[in-house]
């Protein structure tokens, strides 16, 4: 809308490049579609944190808690409104999983997944950034490389993308 000062789009160029491919679909498929990507996304990260659970006990509680979830008012919003914040947990997940791992914890494939999800949402950075320097510096050249991509990718359709995207984060906060 050309007659408001700022977008009231607030996620960065990079989670709006991923929902590129629902662009020329009507509103409810593509809402059924993302709806749909999300559960698996939830699933996903559900089976990501299974599989580091140490006993039967805790994944039969951590399996409750993912069901219990899914019938709260918080997720019913995240599905209906087309909320990422599951997509941001399931690169959360795994970046941890792979980081956690004993042979490529502190290699490129950690950091470029680092890289996407600080694309996805730059606070991120606060995390995953100490973490790196401290104890993955192997991640370090894999999340340069993955931050470069994943926010250039927008740019190559607008160049302005990321400085919109910083006025109207200012104008928000403000």
């Known amino acids: 809308n050309l007659a408001l000062p700022i977008s009231r789009v607030t996620v960065t160029p990079t989670l709006l490049m991923m929902n590129f491919p629902l662009a020329p679909l009507s509103y409810r498929p593509a809402q059924f579609i993302w709806l749909v990507i999300q559960w698996l996304l939830l699933l996903g990260t559900a089976f990501l944190w299974m599989r580091v659970l140490p006993s039967v006990r805790w994944r039969w509680l951590w399996m409750a808690a993912v069901v219990g979830f899914t019938f709260t008012v918080a997720w019913r919003h995240?599905?209906?409104?087309?909320?990422?914040?599951?997509?941001?947990l399931f690169l959360l997940s795994c970046w941890m999983l792979i980081t956690r791992h004993a042979r490529i914890g502190n290699s490129i494939w950690g950091g470029l997944v680092a890289g996407l999800?600080?694309?996805?949402r730059p606070p991120l950075l606060l995390l995953v950034g100490p973490y790196m320097l401290l104890r993955a510096r192997g991640q370090i050249i894999g999340a340069v490389v993955g931050l470069v991509l994943s926010a250039g990718l927008p740019m190559l359709w607008d160049a302005s993308c990321w400085s919109d995207y910083h006025e109207a984060m200012q104008t928000w906060s403000d």
């Open 117 to 120: 999800l600080v694309a996805v």
């Open 78 to 88: 995240h599905a209906d409104r087309g909320q990422a914040y599951v997509l941001i």
